[in-house]
């Protein structure tokens, strides 16, 4: 019989804290590595087993973000929270001064407004701001179109990179 023993019973549990409201479909989460110790099984015969088991914590958890939908998990930066982080004049949600190490946020702007200024800053590292695959230099403006715009931040730090999601949305005459 082949039976799973020590680091084949090791897997992944995420936390993830839904109540909280998603962000671009992200909500706040945990990742931490675990093992499943069998303390025993049987039942009745004929009928399926019954298998009780306990869930090991192994380390420590990773903060990050989940996607129910894609079944993604994003770590939260360590190295890579950018200092400032400015488009236009766009409220972003979530506040950016509130929170700087999510990764996903959202904002709108009315239908005369046709570009936004991107800024983002952080000593020591790399930053590439683009629309869709359109590189856009630091103050420059980025152009918009009515409905969604997908803007993004890749951050890198030594061999930390994270990448800062953006989307905002240009109303309708």
Do not use: C
Not at 28 to 53: H, M, R, T, W, Y
Not at 63 to 79: E, I
Not at 89 to 104: E, Q, R
Not at 131 to 153: D, K, M, R
């Amino acid at each position: 019989k082949a039976r799973a023993t020590l680091d084949s019973v090791e897997t992944e549990l995420v936390n993830v804290w839904a109540y909280n409201t998603a962000v671009l479909g992200y909500y706040p989460a945990e990742k931490q590595d675990v093992s499943l110790q069998i303390d025993d099984f049987g039942g009745d015969g004929g009928a399926a087993a019954k298998v009780n088991f306990t869930i090991n914590y192994v380390g420590d958890p990773v903060d990050g973000f989940f996607n129910p939908t894609t079944l993604t998990f994003v770590a939260r930066p360590v190295n890579t929270i950018l200092t400032t982080m400015s488009i236009g004049s766009v409220t972003l949600t979530p506040l950016f001064a509130a929170d700087k190490s999510n990764l996903f946020y959202t904002g709108s702007v009315a239908n005369d407004v046709t570009s936004v200024t991107m800024t983002s800053t952080l000593t020591g590292a790399t930053i590439v701001q683009k629309q869709g695959t359109n590189v856009i230099a630091q103050g420059s403006p980025a152009s918009l179109s009515v409905g969604v715009n997908h803007l993004t931040i890749e951050v890198t730090v030594g061999t930390e990179v994270s990448t800062y999601h953006i989307d905002i949305t240009r109303a309708a005459s």
